[in-house]
């Protein structure tokens, strides 16, 4: 199977960078996020289905943080990267 691309949604590429302070914690958070998203590039089912939140919702647990995504025929859709700790029903 072909990878599919990554798109991130405006909002959620702002909201990365905020997520963590400091340079090195910022540099280990962008490169766990990376590497998820090379997995679900490769193999977009990997993740839970969240369909009773939203449909065509999943997620896919990266560290202490869910990556939420809708898969389209050409793309892997990042929607959100939420702290575990969060709502998921409160932020989306």
């Known amino acids: 199977m072909t990878p599919k691309p ?3 949604r405006y909002l959620t590429k702002n909201r990365l960078s905020e997520c963590h302070s400091g340079p090195e914690q ?10 998820a998203f090379m997995a679900l ?5 990997l993740g839970r289905v969240y ?6 919702l999943r997620g896919y ?3 202490r943080h869910i990556i939420l995504y809708q898969v389209s025929d ?5 929607v959100r990267v939420l ?7 409160s932020q989306l």
């Open 41 to 45: 590039s490769k193999n977009p089912n």
């Open 74 to 78: 050409v793309a892997v859709e990042i």
């Open 6 to 8: 990554v798109l991130l």
């Open 83 to 89: 702290h575990h700790s969060m709502d998921l029903d």
């Open 26 to 35: 910022e540099d280990i958070y962008l490169e766990l996020l990376h590497t």
């Open 61 to 63: 647990l990266a560290g």
């Open 51 to 56: 369909a009773e939140v939203y449909p065509g």
